[in-house]
Nanobody, 126 residues
Framework: VQLQASGGGLVQAGDSLRLSCSVSGRPFSNYAVGWFRQAPGKEREFVSN????????YYADSMKDRFTISRDNAKKMVYLQMNNLKPEDTAVYYCAGVAAYGQLTYYQRQSDYRDWGQGTQVTVSS
């Protein structure tokens, strides 16, 4: 399975942006896709994930108010809708996938994911 993130760009504080992650190949029925982000000089952090089959979702506590993850199985796409963006949201955003066994809450670390796409840059100006 290969993933590719897209949709980043330069926006102003308060704007919205939707990132897309295309999933090629044949994801397993228990596949989960997660979004991570990495700001300059900081470690990569978990944002959210979604189960491929049932669409169950999980968010990092700091992300749940403004970010929404969704998927379109027919198009093999996963989205991250980001609202009311802030300068501190500036980062490279990555999507990643894994065959998940158990709850999505178990999959919050980079090392939990096997498949990674190239990131997309999001820059939020003040």
């Amino acid at each position: 399975v290969q993933l590719q993130a897209s949709g980043g760009g330069l926006v102003q504080a308060g704007d919205s942006l939707r990132l897309s992650c295309s999933v090629s190949g044949r994801p397993f029925s228990n596949y989960a896709v997660g979004w991570f982000r990495q700001a300059p000089g900081k470690e990569r952090e978990f944002v959210s994930n979604i189960g491929w089959r049932e669409g169950t979702t999980y968010y990092a506590d700091s992300m749940k108010d403004r970010f929404t993850i969704s998927r379109d199985n027919a198009k093999k796409m996963v989205y991250l809708q980001m609202n009311n963006l802030k300068p501190e949201d500036t980062a490279v955003y990555y999507c990643a996938g894994v065959a998940a066994y158990g709850q999505l809450t178990y999959y919050q670390r980079q090392s939990d994911y096997r498949d990674w796409g190239q990131g997309t840059q999001v820059t939020v100006s003040s």
